[in-house]
């Protein structure tokens, strides 16, 4: 069995990915994507691991900072705002991602799954958009 997220290979029947850690079904709910290109995770990362070396660089020239005097000392306050900058720059772009994705969630539970292909189509169609298969409105 492949993991959707992933494409990495895992035990059959696993209720999450070993990989990524993303859950595989939940409850009855097959799991939602995010669309293809979407590079929201790894921006996220970048911001965080950013983050964290400013921190660490801000915080290192503090303590020889407090002895020199303001020619360590700004520069030091200065990548601390940095590094706190861009924690909240993450934490704004997983909040805005987590948003979307609620809002993608909502829409698609208006919507019929198709039984060939698995495409979500309005209620009120007849043939599925993606294949031309037609709708059972059963299938919801």
Known sequence: MKCPACKTEIPEGSTFCLSCGRPLKAEGIDMILPPEGSNTESRAMIYLMLAIMSLFFGFFLLIPGYFIGLGLLIPALGFVAVGFLLLLARYHLLRRYAVRVEEFRKEA????????????????GERCTACGAPILQSAQ
Not at 109 to 119: F, I, Q, S
């Open 109 to 124: 539970a208006t919507k019929v799954k198709c039984t060939y292909c698995g495409a979500l189509n309005p209620q009120s």
